[in-house]
């Protein structure tokens, strides 16, 4: 390439770019509103809670005081799990799952599990001094019929106006994704379990 037509490509990202930042700054003086926020990670893909956690790791940095109900773990040795537990007085985390399903093979088990972990999630929805509530694998409370939509969705509704909320979990309802302020869909190219290579601590758990 020569020297010309590299000034030449240059000039023309440059305009591009002061295009781009134009139509940025038009959205950004657009969007002034403030309102928790209703996230939900869903889909077949690796990273839904992950990716929660990490929204966590960034709420803690800013101060706010933030509450972690898993609906189906039932184990206590995740990585995450150890390491926010170091900020009690930021992070209350409560598992309550009783494992995966073809684990327990027990839907009643599963299903009053589920209810003291919605028992346990509508009081931390309740209260104002809660800035951010992680509800991990909640919608397999749905697809299995261990709780019913519409009073949560009522619940999540009524919860304080600043509160954030991220629902993690494959298949989230369409009632739930209607009332959410962003939804992620992750999709699974590849996974080394399907390699025959387990479950490896510090990425999977």
């Not at 839904?48 to 101060?63: E, N, P, T, W």
């Not at 509450?67 to 309550?96: C, L, N, Y």
């Not at 093979?105 to 299903?111: A, I, L, S, V």
Request: proline share 4%; with cysteine.
């Amino acid at each position: 390439m020569t020297q010309e037509q590299d000034n030449g490509r240059n000039e023309r990202h440059q305009q591009r770019m002061v295009r781009k930042k134009d139509v940025v700054d038009e959205k950004i003086a657009a969007a002034q509103a403030e309102k928790g926020l209703l996230l939900i990670h869903t889909g077949n893909g690796k990273g839904k809670s992950s990716s929660a956690f990490g929204v966590l790791a960034r709420a803690i940095g800013h101060g706010l005081k933030c509450a972690v109900i898993q609906f189906v773990k039932s184990r206590s040795d995740s990585g995450e799990e150890a390491f926010f537990r170091q900020f009690p007085e930021q992070v209350s985390w409560q598992v309550k799952g009783e494992g995966f399903t073809w684990e327990t093979q027990d839907r009643e088990r599963d299903k009053r599990a589920a209810e003291v972990a919605w028992a346990e999630a509508c009081k931390q929805l309740s209260d104002p001094a809660i800035n951010l509530v992680i509800l991990d694998e909640f919608t397999y409370a749905f697809k299995f019929g261990w709780l019913e939509l519409d009073p949560v969705i009522e619940v999540l509704q009524k919860r304080p106006p600043m509160q954030h909320v991220i629902i993690t979990g494959r298949a989230a309802p369409p009632a739930l994704i209607e009332i959410a302020d962003t939804v992620t869909e992750m999709g699974m190219v590849k996974h080394a379990f399907q390699q025959g290579i387990k479950a490896m601590p510090g990425v999977e758990f």
